[in-house]
């Protein structure tokens, strides 16, 4: 007699390019199925074709911050039998180089709370009922948001709103596995952005930190804070 594996399907936001892209990457190659969505379209169809050479994929491009695109993505993740997992990887930096809070324009700041803090909770509430049992939703952390580095106030508060939120949300609900992870410094568009004109080469790319990242969607480990290079250290190392 023959068995086959149920069919897994994740949701990842910020897939076109860095941590989301490479999670991506690792998740299709295990077989699950993706939902995956960015705000540049000409840099998400290129991935969903990659991709779809070797499972389902359906992208949908659009603005987290927009309720009517989480309401989209939670259409996709019905006709999609709910979700297995959902990584909450989208973000921005803010200004770069980023300025010291005394001089942080107000406005920016809004706006990176809206797509670091509520636009992931927004998300979340979003797809609530298409979450099956069990499901593992990994929101995407900083460093930054439990170390005071000047210039990052804006960006690591943020970060911070968001590790307060999913720590609540894990007490809130105990059916679900919540996981708030800091993938550590990469060599990425953003990380790049936050350092304008130094040379970022020694960072480690981030395919590096996607084993850490499935250890969590293919284990029962519990609710929590995890750095995923020491989720598993010696692949990291080895990278």
Known sequence: MTTTTPQRTALITGASRG???????????QGWNLIVTS??????????????EITHVAALPG????????????VLARGHAGLDALINNAGILGPSPQPELLRYPLDVLVEVYLANVIAPLGLLQAVRKELKPGARLINVTSDAAVN?????????SSKAALEQLSAVLAAENPDLLIYWVDPGDMRTDMHQAAFPGQDIGDRPLPETRVPGFLRLLE???????????????RAVEAA
């Not at 284990?219 to 250290?233: E, F, I, K, Q, T």
């Open 63 to 74: 603005d987290l911050t927009d309720p009517s695109h989480r309401q989209a993505l939670a």
């Open 19 to 29: 941590l989301g892209l490479a999670l991506s990457r690792g998740l299709a190659r």
């Open 39 to 52: 705000r540049d379209p000409d840099r998400l169809w290129p991935v969903r074709n990659e991709l779809a």
């Open 219 to 233: 284990s029962d480990l519990p609710s929590g804070r995890y750095s995923a290079a020491d989720l598993v250290p």
């Open 148 to 156: 005071a580095y000047p210039g990052w106030g804006g960006y690591g």
